[in-house]
């Protein structure tokens, strides 16, 4: 499988093996690809380190170890009293146009570069090559641009398929993310939804490298994390996240999963649903209609 990201190009294996050659782990993140030793070139290790370790000693003093574990567990206990959210992708009926990725940004003033979520195009050639293409996370659409003209000149066939993979947070029940913070800004609400407290943020980065999907960043603007919230602002007054509702092609849908009747739960009672990587143990609430098995 070939990935195209913004240019420079270079290829999905060409670039695990560059990373490996320099110890580091690697996102796709965006359409981007970020590593984690752009992570630390940004931020001095050493200072990275001292800061995670001051400030956990700082937080702990302030607010107890208790406290930051009951953040992070506490939200099950008291889900029963509410709704719980769910969030559903449909890549049957995704179309690239990149509405999503634009109202996103809109919404949550994405800084320049970074995305919240973003639209990956697949596409697959005779011989069995995949390409993944996300310039921009696809806030610009598609429109009629084969990744074959990006091909390498030996693979230069006609696409046989095709399709578009919606990406954002999954909201995983297990959370790598949570469990690394040092300090307990990362959390889950009674809804299921997975936050960062920007308040209590460092800016260590350890849940961006801990996240396997590559949905965390930190952002250039706080230097704290941030990835997507549901739209946590807008669903805590009943409306749906912006990128819900600016896709014309219904392939994102939102709503409670604890309400049998709700849209969202008669769709993952009628449909075969998946999630992304299910083999890590996450537990995604952010589900999947019609992933193929080739999606990363
Ligand atoms: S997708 Fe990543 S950031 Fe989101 S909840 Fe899962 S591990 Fe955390
Ligand atoms: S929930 Fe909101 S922030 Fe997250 S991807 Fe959707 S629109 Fe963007």
Redesign the pocket.
Known sequence: MTTLWNKPEISRREFFEKCAEAGAKTFVFGGLVVTTANLLLAQDPEDVRARAEGAVESRLHDTGLGDVRARAEGAPKEAAKGPIYGFVVDTMKCIGCGSCVRACRDENNVPDGFCRTWVEQYTFFPNGEVIVNSPSGGADGFGEDLPSRNMPEELGQLPVRGFFVPKL????IN????QVCPVGASYVTREGV?LIDQERCIGCGY?VQ????G??YINPQTNTAD?CTWCYHRITKGMVPACVQACPAKARIFGSVSDPNSEISQILANNRVQVLKSYLG?N?RTRYIGLDSEVM
């Open positions: 947070c999954n909201h995983c959370t790598p993310c949570i997975v849940c801990a996240c396997p999907f949905s965390r990835k996450t995604p």
